[in-house]
């Protein structure tokens, strides 16, 4: 079975400044999905930034992006030039690439603390 | 608002009484998804549905659990003889055919007196 650990239970950045938040995952397959997502305080979970398996290169999306290491199994997500806004529940989260199964797992979470 | 709706958003109920929570994802999403997310934790996949057929469920679903989505639309969640244990947040998401973004409705949080 595939699982999803966040070792990162809280982190802390000075607003401007950036952030690496880490995810490891375990699984036998080579055709996957991984993804970020952000749960602010009381709000809906959105999408963050995706990265096919498949694919060498770095996901990017603006001051996000991710360090894709398919060997270590480890997917991690940068933030740059933090904001106030960005303060919220990061959870990494595996989907398989079987088309019969479209489930996330997801990691506990890492709390993002934003300073000003 | 046309994101994912769901109802109640607060339930608080006593041990052994039963509960139904309702979602209606975003229009013409076909596929509806159930999680369960306690405390601390992320989310925990409950169910899948592609339209109206439940393709897959997860071995957390009980046998005092039940989920439907009877015209491929809005779909219910229904917890009998709750137990304390299953309080959590209950998040609902939707996506559509061809992609993989599932996008999340605000939950149903439940506490189980």
């Known amino acids: 079975a595939q699982t999803v650990t966040q070792s990162q239970p809280e982190m802390s950045v000075q607003e401007a400044e950036t952030v690496t938040l880490s995810c490891t995952y375990d699984t036998s397959e080579s055709d996957y999905y991984l993804f970020w997502y952000k749960q602010p305080p009381s709000r809906q979970m959105i999408l963050v930034i995706r990265q096919e398996a498949y694919k060498q290169q770095n996901a990017t999306e603006n001051r996000f992006s991710v360090n894709f290491q398919k060997a270590a199994k480890s997917f991690s997500l940068k933030i740059s030039d933090s904001q106030l806004g960005d303060a919220a529940m990061y959870f990494c989260a595996y989907r398989t690439g079987m088309d019969s199964s479209y489930k996330l797992i997801f990691g506990s979470g890492t709390r993002l603390l934003v300073r000003p | 608002d046309t994101g994912v709706s769901q109802n ?106």
């Open chain 2, 8 to 113: 109640p958003r607060h339930k608080i109920t006593k041990r052994g009484q039963n509960v139904t929570f309702r979602c209606d994802p975003i229009s013409e999403h076909n596929r509806l998804y159930w999680y369960r997310q306690t405390l601390g934790q992320g989310p925990e996949f409950l169910t899948y549905f592609q339209n109206e057929a439940q393709l897959e469920k997860s071995r957390l679903l009980s046998d005092r659990f039940s989920a439907e989505r009877p015209k491929g639309s809005f779909s219910t969640l229904e917890i009998q003889r709750t137990e304390q244990g299953d309080s959590a947040m209950y998040l609902c998401a939707s996506s559509p055919t061809g992609l993989d973004e599932q996008f999340f409705g605000p939950g149903t949080r439940l506490t189980v007196l």
